[in-house]
């Protein structure tokens, strides 16, 4: 018996456990009039009857496939000759993926007899263990069923228990993605310490150099690789630095415009206009910042006298602060349009013009928000990749200048785990260092963002 | 409907009562066949009112019948609400306050506004104040808005009370500091007219004492026209009353005359609290 039968069975107890615990109650209730002698609408009673039912063996289930191919292995390894069972470990494994590949195709017969004792066994273990899990599935299911009729009565509180149970299973749910994002962090944060256990931490917060390349094997030369961030942040920075010089104000007189200016017609065009913006995928944006920004760049600098590099870090940010306009100019307009209606028209009251009123009070009093907009705009042009990888390059030059190329913490990430890796050379594990390191920047500045933001919303409540 | 209209400043019986029934003089706001509109709805229909200098007038009648909406014409607050309609005519000083040429942020200046919920700017106490001279440019120096601050708020009693903090946040105050507050914003700025909507609807008895108490203090020296849905508040502040009903005025009188002798059954329904 397979396990999708043994499933499909398990829902079909389900289903029927509903229907028995509910007409049980409809039944004890008095039939008709029911509802008013029941605690709970009868369906609640059929939920419950049917959780138990089912939830006790679908755990069972699901802690038996989580075990069942270690106690397989384990059971077969028992089946084994003493001489085989000696074997060094790596041996033993292979023998054992040997019997595992040929278990799952009918009729194959290995030469060895060892083999193919191994695997009879095997096959053998498989079909007793999935009759008994299906024999103690039916049974819990029957079992659960049985219990939780006995307690379907007109007073019991069925619709507490579902609902305490279905709590459980939200709370499930959002520890998901808590425990994925512990997880991760985690996980970055041990490999980025085994980097660190081989590249000291001042040198890679201090040191003004970036050239990962190590040696991989001992005759090459000349890479010995140095793990400065400084260029990387430096250019990072930067480009941060340009996009925001861009997204800033035109973010910012967008949101004015649309918050304060635009009549609510012209307001239902532009708005849907700028999310289009947003939705952009970054990679558009990135050829866009290759083929065309860059060479006009270049083209505007050759005819200024000036020498531009052909992946300026200037077309890079001009066309990351692109980006980044719709993010500004929507939370600035959230933030300008929760400002309440009466501060408006009490500078309009005292003879305010609009554009005092809104120098004077509107932003002011917004200013809170479009400052928590602002950071989570610069954190997450610190964090963008796509635009950078294709249009800033890769040199890592510690430079202030524009016209230059450098390259960005995200970059190198993408740089270093592209293609063929040695896991534990340096250079794979200062991925992992760049990305914890990007992932406290940009954490410090969402959470800090966030704070403006929420205090800012509080104030007005 | 016809609104049955005392002659201001006319008759004996006028200049025997009210506070201000003395400096009635001449006629400051003159409203002629006023309609107006928010879109499809007609929230005001042909009012015809004078208003005049030194006295405190209050506007009564049931909700919606357009008694917000009679007051931002008056200082074309409504110019800012789209959709919003006037047709008609309201003089100030015998000018035309909807004539081309007149510029509405002048106006504001001239007309000033107190709302039904303080609405103190989020920022300091002196700023709150100071802002309108500022905009205006009543004060050339440090010194002169100092002096104009103070007086301001000396004016509404707040002075002796916020001295010490005209540093911290408006918004820091209790609720009947921050609408006398915004009362001295409003006159730092100079008015002649103060148009008040319901200003002590937000506050407890005691704040609202204060505030009556303020308005007779300043009806010495401004037409104050006041919204209330309180007819104690209507007749310990005002010298007369103007009761609409639908968009319409269907009475106006001097305040002890349309309390104990209204005209007009609605009127009458209305004080009596049949309806509203
Ligand atoms: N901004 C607006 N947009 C559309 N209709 C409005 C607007 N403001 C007021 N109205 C409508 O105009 C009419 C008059 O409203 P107004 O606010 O002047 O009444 P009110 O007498 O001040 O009422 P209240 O005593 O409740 O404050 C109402 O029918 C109202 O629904
Ligand atoms: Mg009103």
């Known amino acids: ?343 408006r028209e009490g500078a309009t009251a005292l003879g305010a013009t609009r554009y005092e009123t809104i120098v004077g009070i509107i932003l002011p009093a917004a200013m809170p928000g479009i400052a928590g907009g602002v950071l989570l705009a610069v954190s997450r042009a610190i964090g963008e990749t796509m635009i950078v990888v294709m249009a800033a390059g890769l040199a890592a030059n510690l430079t202030a200048n524009p016209l230059e190329a450098v390259t960005t913490v995200t970059v190198q990430i993408v740089t270093l785990l592209v293609g063929d890796q040695e896991f534990e050379s340096a250079k794979t594990l200062a991925a992992f260092a760049l990305g914890l390191m990007l992932f406290v920047i940009t954490m410090l500045l969402n959470v800090l963002g966030l704070t403006f933001v929420r205090r800012y919303r509080e104030r007005y409540e | 409907m016809t609104a049955s209209t005392d002659e201001t400043g006319a008759g004996p019986r006028e200049a025997t009562t009210g506070p201000t029934a003395d400096a009635i003089r001449e006629t400051c706001i003159a409203i002629r066949e006023l309609d107006a509109w928010y879109g499809d709805i007609h929230a005001l229909r042909s009012i015809s009112l004078d208003i005049a200098y030194g006295e405190v007038i209050a506007l009564i009648g049931p909700s919606g019948c357009g008694k917000t909406t009679l007051l931002r014409c008056l200082n074309r607050l409504n110019d800012e609400v789209e959709g919003a309609r006037v047709a008609g005519s309201v003089r100030l000083d015998g000018q035309e306050i909807y004539a081309r040429p007149v510029d509405p942020v002048a106006l504001r200046a001239r007309v000033g506004m107190v709302f039904q919920k303080p609405n103190p700017f989020p920022k300091s106490i002196y700023d709150n104040v100071a802002y309108g001279p500022r905009i205006h440019g009543l004060a050339t120096d440090r010194a002169q808005l100092d002096d104009i601050v103070h007086v301001s708020l000396e004016r509404v009693g707040l002075l002796k009370e916020v001295r010490d903090r ?46 009556e108490d303020l308005i007779d203090e300043l009806a010495e020296d401004y037409v104050i026209v006041i919204v209330t849905h309180s007819m104690q508040q209507a007749a310990r502040v005002s010298s007369r009353v103007a009761y609409l009903n639908h968009g319409s005025l269907i009475e106006v009188g001097e305040t002890n005359r349309i309390f104990t002798n209204p005209q007009h059954k609605l009127t009458e329904d209305y004080i009596t609290g049949r309806i509203g």
């Open chain 1, 1 to 343: 018996m397979n396990m999708t039968t043994v499933v499909l069975l398990l829902s079909g107890v389900g289903i029927a456990a509903f229907y028995a615990g509910r007409s049980r109650a409809l039944r004890l209730g008095g039939g008709i009039d029911a509802a008013r002698h029941l605690h709970s609408l009868p369906g609640y009673y059929g939920y419950f009857v049917a959780i138990w039912a089912t939830l006790p063996a679908a755990f069972v289930l699901l802690g038996w496939l989580l075990v069942r191919e270690r106690l397989l292995i384990a059971w077969v390894v028992t089946g084994l000759p003493e001489s085989i069972r000696e074997l060094p470990p790596g041996q033993l494994d292979l023998l054992l993926n040997n019997v595992l590949n040929l278990a799952v195709l009918p009729d194959a017969v290995a030469a060895d007899p060892v083999i193919a004792a191994a695997t009879e066994h095997y096959r053998a273990a498989v079909e007793i263990s999935q009759w008994s899990v299906a024999v103690a599935v039916g049974a819990l299911a029957m079992l659960g069923t049985w219990l939780a009729l006995r307690l379907v009565r007109p007073g019991f509180r069925a619709r507490n228990r579902v609902e305490a149970v279905i709590s459980r299973f939200l709370v499930a749910a959002s520890s998901i993605a808590i425990l994925t994002t512990i997880g991760i962090v985690l996980s970055v944060l041990f490999e980025a310490l085994r980097f660190f256990e081989q590249v000291p931490l001042h040198e890679f917060l201090f040191g003004t150099s970036w050239s990962p390349q190590t040696a991989i094997r001992d005759d090459q030369v000349g890479s010995s690789g140095s793990f400065g961030i400084a260029p990387l942040l430096a250019g990072t920075l930067l480009i941060t630095l340009i996009s925001m010089l861009i997204a800033l104000p035109i973010g910012l007189m967008s949101a004015v415009f649309t918050a304060e200016y635009s009549t609510s017609r012209i307001r239902g065009v532009v708005k849907p206009l700028l999310e289009v913006l947003a939705g952009i995928p970054t990679v558009v944006y990135g050829f866009f910042a290759v083929l065309s920004v860059a060479p006009w760049v270049r083209g505007l600098g050759e005819a200024l006298g000036l020498d531009v590099a052909s992946e300026s870090a200037l077309a890079a940010g001009l066309v990351m602060g692109v980006m980044i306009i719709p993010l500004i100019s929507s939370l600035a307009d959230d933030a300008i349009r929760a400002v309440p209606d009466s501060l």
């Open chain 2, 166 to 211: 005209l540093d911290e946040p408006g918004t820091d105050l209790s609720g009947g500091q921050q609408q006398r507050l915004c009362i001295a914003r409003t006159i730092a700025v100079g008015p002649e007219v103060i148009l008040m909507d319901e200003p002590c609807s937000a506050l407890d008895p005691i704040a609202t004492a204060r505030i």
